[in-house]
């Protein structure tokens, strides 16, 4: 019986550390540390955009856009491309404000409800000024998935720092 015990309790710490297990990231103006079994790919050649995804789907993407363009000005235009991207069903909460902790700041952010694949989701939208650079951070999870996706975010948002090349 105790042996059974000692095995099992061995078997949880190491998935444990599996499911904790991290790397840092450090590329493309930004340093992070996101979880092993999550999936880091960035896009575009002027604005580079880092997406983060866990396997459930859980997004975390972040976009330095420079001195390109202000904070109100680059949350009004996304606002509406993630209204459009989402279409049937999406509603930004006007009485409800989005907060993190992205740079060590608190940030006010929109906040964005949607359906995919009939599964209720939320999408949190930051545009904020760090520096003389104007960035762009968005969360989306399904509702179903928060604590895990949380966790990820959580990690990603305490680590993540611009790097200056």
Do not use: W
Not at 114 to 130: D, G, H, R, V
């Amino acid at each position: 019986m105790l042996r059974h015990l000692v095995i099992s309790c061995s078997i949880h710490a190491c998935l444990a550390g599996a499911l904790l297990a991290e790397q840092t990231y450090e590329e493309n103006g930004f340093r992070f540390t996101h979880g092993d079994s999550q999936k880091v790919t960035v896009t575009g050649d002027k604005i580079k955009t880092l997406r983060i995804e866990n396997t459930d789907g859980s997004l975390f993407m972040v976009q330095n856009h420079g001195s390109s363009i202000d904070p109100d000005t680059l949350q009004a235009m996304m606002t509406e491309r993630l209204l459009k991207h989402f279409q049937n069903g999406a509603i930004e909460l006007t009485h409800k404000t989005a907060k993190r902790t992205l740079f060590g700041e608190p940030r006010d952010g929109r906040y964005i409800l949607y359906s995919k694949n009939n599964i209720p989701s939320e999408s949190l939208l930051f545009t904020f000024q760090k520096d003389s650079d104007t960035l762009c951070v968005i969360t989306q999870m399904a509702l179903q998935h928060s604590q895990e996706a949380e966790r990820m975010f959580v990690q990603i948002q305490e680590s993540l720092e611009i790097i200056k090349n």
